[in-house]
């Protein structure tokens, strides 16, 4: 910790490796052990040690939030988000529990206007956690969105009229939207985002 103190990082991540060994001090040596090396990120390949760190302490501690946290910051750059998809995958394929992990992929498809993608993933967070506030609303949000995209899909391209049939579809799209949003009246009534 000393060492962290005073941004000598190498031999930070030197004696954090040593204190792991101890069980008693294994969590706060991690801590360490990390923290000094995403502050000591220079290079591409420290990047990568760091990412594989994480990684390694993630699968080791999976249930701690920190790590899955450090990982969901990592893979946040705009840049990045081919491999934030994969990584939610191995994160979904080795806890299908993780309803951070399925939140976040729908928040990627969502991104990608992959509407009903993302209302597959965000319904697979709302299973584990039906209290999931911030989930519950993207899918309504999800779900007016994909009423837009398909009123600009089925509308006569010559006089923007859509047919009765076609109609029905949207309306459908945005009832079940109005199920979920409604659901938050009830989840979280006092709530800015419900409000």
């Known amino acids: 910790l000393a060492a962290y103190n005073q941004k000598d990082y190498e031999k930070a991540v030197r004696y954090a490796n040593v204190a792991m060994q101890d069980p008693a ?9 990390i923290f000094s090396q995403k502050d000591n990120c220079k ?30 910051d990592y893979y946040s750059k705009p840049w990045m988000v081919a491999e934030k998809k994969a990584w939610l995958e191995e994160e979904i394929s ?50 007016n969105s994909k009423a837009i995209a398909l009123k600009d899909q089925l509308a006569d391209k010559a006089t923007g009229r859509l047919t009765v049939e076609n109609n029905k579809k949207i309306l459908d799209v945005l009832n079940e939207s109005k199920g979920y949003l409604e659901k938050l009246k009830t989840t979280a009534p006092n709530q800015a985002k419900t409000r």
């Open 43 to 72: 290079t591409h390949a420290d990047s990568v040690a760091y990412l594989n760190t994480l990684k390694d302490l993630h699968a080791k501690n999976p249930q701690n939030e920190r790590f899955f946290g450090m990982m969901i």
């Open 94 to 143: 080795s806890n299908a529990q993780n309803k951070m992990a399925w939140a976040l992929k729908g928040e990627v498809l969502m991104n990608e206007e992959k509407w009903d993608e993302a209302v597959e993933a965000y319904k697979k967070a709302v299973e584990i956690d039906p209290e999931f506030v911030q989930v519950i609303f993207n899918i309504g949000i999800s779900l």
């Open 25 to 33: 001090k294994a969590n706060d040596a991690q801590e360490i052990l």
